[in-house]
């Protein structure tokens, strides 16, 4: 077992895991801590592919802006109900038991089909396909730079469209819940 | 990590040493800050214990080992103790990735005065910085106290409103010096004062060629949005003492506090650091290049290794200069300056340097499309 694919294992078990924490866990507040460890393993298995830019701003971005936002948001709230309304209920429990079921059988057909191509190639000749991998890897790293400037001249000019597509649909949902929540009479809705 | 063993094995070494460096500051800080502190206020703070009271460190750290180790009774016990130990990760991480001074040379070995290299080192260090809210969150949360759960929203608020601002100012330097790789950024601020302007080339006698002559915005941005991502005065509305006893930490006592303690001096440190390699010339010297040092100690000995060695360290030295005058800034203005309304620090950042770093990021990419 090469440091690679212990690395690749551990931390594709921990994202695995705290994803199903995420959908185990009663408490809110324990479900979105989960979900930012979940970020946090995503962003390692990039820094694992030498995709260190898109690892930090998985970072910053998801884990560091957004998920502080959810965790934050659910700390203000009243979740007694809520807590109740996970824990108590035959409808919710066949919902976690489905999901969890889908989960691992898409992990089970994930691994099943990877045995065919990438283990099983990877065992014939491992040592060369190392070597191979890693000078890629040293190629790769040393042009991380460059691949910066690749991923963003690719973002502002291929798919300027599908960028700038994205950004209205952002706003469009900000103005909606800014929206639907005022139609309520907002905070101060009794 | 290195081809052989002995490369690995130093890299190792250098990684705990780094850590421990930092670790080892924070006692050293809280002296300073006291003395200081009682300084500015015409008082003599802690002058009992040994010469200058610099055996007080020892004195505290005997105190907050022998604490006792106590809980909330309806804490959540997991988040809160596992949130002071989270404390420590993200300061820690982003240190590692500051590069120090020149790399050793012995032999055939190149070693990095730096944790790691990496070439994007800053968005690594503001992705793990960014982690820094959870700690503050966690414990809050795990406490089970009013107060805490309200300073950590507080100060989380705080620390995702600043990030914004810490993010953009840093753009422009980018943008300034074409990378994301720390050492290269040190390298391009060494010698005085130049840059090319439609086809002239300017320069300057005594300038040297740092940052903060062409970012002085981003400088001033930078800095203060430091003060706000590591909790300290004049924004440490995460504390409060007037109004919410200590803010997030308010039930931790003994060592777990100590390491939120360690957590903000990293914090702290790391700031500085960002700001001398970002804006004063990292480990450069004013006047001096990297070359000139090393022909300096050529004149002294005639060993490669030996002139490797007193290069890094003259180097070293000069970071550590800048490094303890900007840390001495961050508890000077802590010291002096009262601390904001809570409306007021949201105006701040949200109102004034988040505009203003824009507007600068703009003003940066027109005038280097310009004149390029």
């Not at chain 1, 694992?48 to 560091?64: K, P």
């Not at chain 1, 963003?152 to 209205?168: D, N, R, S």
């Not at chain 2, 290269?184 to 060629?209: C, D, K």
Request: aromatic content about 12%; glycine content about 10%; hydrophobic content about 55%.
């Amino acid at each position: 077992m090469t440091p690679d694919v212990f690395l690749f294992w551990f931390l594709a078990l921990l994202i695995v895991g705290s994803g199903l924490a995420v959908l185990l866990f009663t408490n809110p507040v324990y479900s979105a801590l989960s979900l930012a460890m979940t970020m946090v393993g995503v962003a390692a298995i990039f820094i694992t592919l030498n995709a260190y830019f898109i690892a930090g701003v998985q970072l910053i971005v998801y884990a560091g802006a957004v998920m502080v936002l959810f965790v934050m948001v659910i700390m203000l709230f009243d979740i007694k109900s809520e807590v109740q309304a996970f824990t108590s209920g035959k409808i919710s429990g066949a919902m976690k038991l489905i999901a969890v079921g889908l989960l691992s059988g898409l992990i089970v057909g994930g691994i099943i089909m990877g045995q065919k191509s990438f283990v099983g190639e990877l065992s014939k000749d491992a040592a060369a396909q190392v070597a191979e991998a890693n000078s890629a890897k040293m190629k790769r790293a040393a042009g991380a730079d460059a691949a910066t400037k690749e991923l963003g001249v690719a973002l502002f000019t291929k798919h300027i469209f599908g960028f700038e597509a994205l950004g209205v649909l952002l706003t469009a949902i900000a103005v909606g819940t800014v929206a639907l929540a005022r139609s309520r009479g907002g905070t101060h809705a009794k | 990590m290195g081809h052989d063993s002995f490369e690995i094995t130093i890299n190792c070494i250098k990684l705990v040493l780094i850590f421990l460096m930092m670790v080892q500051a924070v006692p050293i800080l809280v002296w300073v800050e006291r003395r200081g502190s009682a300084f500015i206020q015409n008082r003599f703070g802690p002058n009992r214990v040994g010469p200058l009271g610099l055996l007080q460190l020892l004195a505290d750290a005997v105190k907050f080992l022998t604490k006792e180790d106590f809980a909330p009774d309806r804490a959540i016990r997991p988040l809160f103790y596992a949130a002071p130990v989270f404390a420590l990760i993200p300061a820690t991480l982003a240190f590692a990735a500051i590069p120090m001074s020149v790399p050793l040379e012995i032999g055939e070995y190149v070693f990095k005065i730096q944790g790691y290299d990496m070439n994007v080192g800053i968005v690594f260090i503001l992705g793990v910085s960014s982690l820094a809210a959870y700690t503050i969150l966690m414990a809050g949360w795990g406490s089970a106290s009013k107060f805490s759960l309200l300073g950590a929203l507080r100060a989380s608020a705080q620390v995702i409103s600043y990030e914004l601002a810490l993010g953009l100012s840093i753009v422009g330097v980018i943008l300034l010096f074409g990378t994301f790789n720390l050492t290269e950024m040190v390298i391009a601020q060494q010698g005085p004062l130049t840059f090319r302007a439609f086809g002239h080339t300017i320069s300057s006698q005594f300038l040297p060629n740092w940052g903060i002559f062409y970012q002085p915005l981003a400088a001033v941005i930078f800095f203060a949005a430091t003060f706000a991502e590591s909790n300290r005065l004049p924004f440490d509305l995460a504390e409060g003492e007037a109004e919410i006893v200590a803010g997030f930490h308010t039930e931790y006592g003994g060592f777990k506090m100590l390491m939120f303690f360690i957590g903000e001096y990293g914090h702290m440190m790391l700031g500085s650091a960002l700001m001398i390699i970002f804006f004063f010339g990292g480990y450069g010297i004013p006047g001096v290049t990297v070359a000139d040092v090393r022909q300096w100690a050529a004149g002294i000995t005639d060993s490669a290794t030996q002139i490797s060695v007193i290069t890094t360290l003259v180097h070293f030295l000069s970071f550590m200069l800048k490094f303890v005058l900007f840390l001495w800034i961050f508890i000077w203005v802590r010291w002096t300056l009262p601390r904001f309304r809570y409306d007021q620090l949201m105006d701040l950042g949200w109102k004034t340097m988040l505009p203003w770093a824009l507007g600068n990021t703009i003003l940066t990419a027109l005038v280097i499309y310009l004149i390029s």
